[in-house]
Nanobody
Framework: QGQLVESGGGSVQAGGSLRLSCVGS????????LGWFRRPLGKELEGVAA????????DYDDSVKGRFTISRDNYQRTLYLQMNNLKPEDTALYYC?????????????????????WGQGTQVTVSS
């Protein structure tokens, strides 16, 4: 069934950019939804961006609209999150996820319950 492996995290100053990557198996990349989530230290997991692989529709959390861009390369089986104009409040552990095996197929694309497979996470730290 495979796994998801994130990379690209790091430490940047406010206003900087990072691009996260997530490589997965062909099986997982056949999921209806692929998404990025984040967990700030001491806070709940929150949905950041998601793409419907059937329709191409994309959803973003309001906090990242206009700054973050989700995209995918099916040939490379890679999901990306381009993050521009980063803010200190973007500091978090970022996870990619695939919706296969999710426990709630009626949940929205930014809901954690929609997703059944998760990567191990990559840390993003933004200093002011």
């Amino acid at each position: 069934q495979g796994q998801l492996v994130e990379s690209g995290g790091g430490s940047v100053q406010a206003g900087g950019s990072l691009r996260l990557s997530c490589v997965g198996s062909e099986y997982l990349f056949s999921s209806k939804f692929l998404g990025w989530f984040r967990r700030p230290l001491g806070k709940e997991l929150e949905g950041v961006a998601a793409i419907n692989t059937r329709s191409g529709a994309i959803d973003y959390d309001d906090s990242v609209k206009g700054r973050f861009t989700i995209s995918r390369d099916n040939y490379q089986r890679t999901l990306y999150l381009q993050m521009n104009n980063l803010k200190p409040e973007d500091t978090a552990l970022y996870y990619c996820a695939a919706s296969l095996g999710g426990r709630d197929n009626a949940a929205g694309p930014l809901s954690r319950t929609r997703y059944g497979y998760w990567g191990q996470g990559t840390q993003v730290t933004v200093s002011s």
